[in-house]
């Protein structure tokens, strides 16, 4: 068991090195953005729960486990409506769990400009107007396979594919992430993640190509019950570490390395319903999941960032099986 463990950290840790050459910072942003409702509610955490849909992006590893199977739809408006976030999952599979995630990214009526006199330089006699409108999309697709190498630790990779189209441009992605799943005993979990491992990269039209830094990120879990009602309690502590340098943009930075800090917290008072909590990277975040029979409802909130860039509103809608 120790000696799987330790195979396991170390073929994150080498992915992880091999990706650090001739890379571009905020490239891979578009694979960044996390789906599912209840993860964003928990602060933007999902690494050690098999039972989110959106598995797959979160950490492969987790389809090697006994969760539920079932079907996701999600819309999401970030930045005050700016930017519409959508996404569906599925999982499925008894035996041989897999998964699937494919997510649309949409900014509509993006003003392009340009100097009433190109010839000469921008003043208060040459000043840019907006010359046409466009939109930037970018779709996305996730697909998660895993294995048990034990009782207790788990594998799981998830090769992944993106069309780019930015005003008028057009590009391709491919790559992958690695995952691992610890169980150390009933209560706890570690998941680790290895994004972007493979040297993903974006390929655009014109020959430009983007190689996308590769991140670390890890999380620990705690799934216990509390009151004599024994009413069931998930705890999430995670940590996401890019290696661009992040600066001032991240929680914590050194040198190269830039990290966020995420934690969430959810309850089930009762099994009809589940209050949700988090903090994501100094944001707070907060949500509600209503559960019918086999159909489910949840709905997250994300206060405004620092930056002003405004609150995020996800809401989805599925169904277990």
Known sequence: ????????????????????????????????????????????????????????????????????????????????????????????????RMGVVITHIGIDDIGLTRLANENDSIGNSNRPYVWKHTNNNDLMAFFGISRSLSDQLHIGVTPKLAYRSLAEKTGYGFGADLGMLWQMNNSWRLGLVAKDFFSTQVIWENGTQENILPSLDAELGLRTAVSKKRIPVLVSLAVETQTDGRKEAATFSTGFLSGDLHAGIAVLPIPQLKVMAGYDADNVTAGLGIYIRKLFLEYAFKNGSQDDLGYSQRISAGWRW
């Open 1 to 96: 068991m120790k000696t799987g463990i330790t195979i396991v950290l170390l073929s994150l840790a080498l992915c992880l090195a091999s990706g650090l050459h001739a890379a571009d910072k905020y490239a891979g942003e578009i694979f960044y953005l996390s789906p599912g409702v209840a993860n964003q509610a928990m602060g933007n955490t999902g690494y050690t729960n098999e039972n989110a849909i959106s598995a797959t992006w979160w950490n492969p590893a987790l389809l090697a486990l006994k969760g539920s199977n079932g079907i996701e739809l999600m819309h999401a408006e970030q930045f005050e409506g700016l930017m519409q976030f959508n996404h569906f999952s599925a999982v499925w599979g008894k035996q041989n």
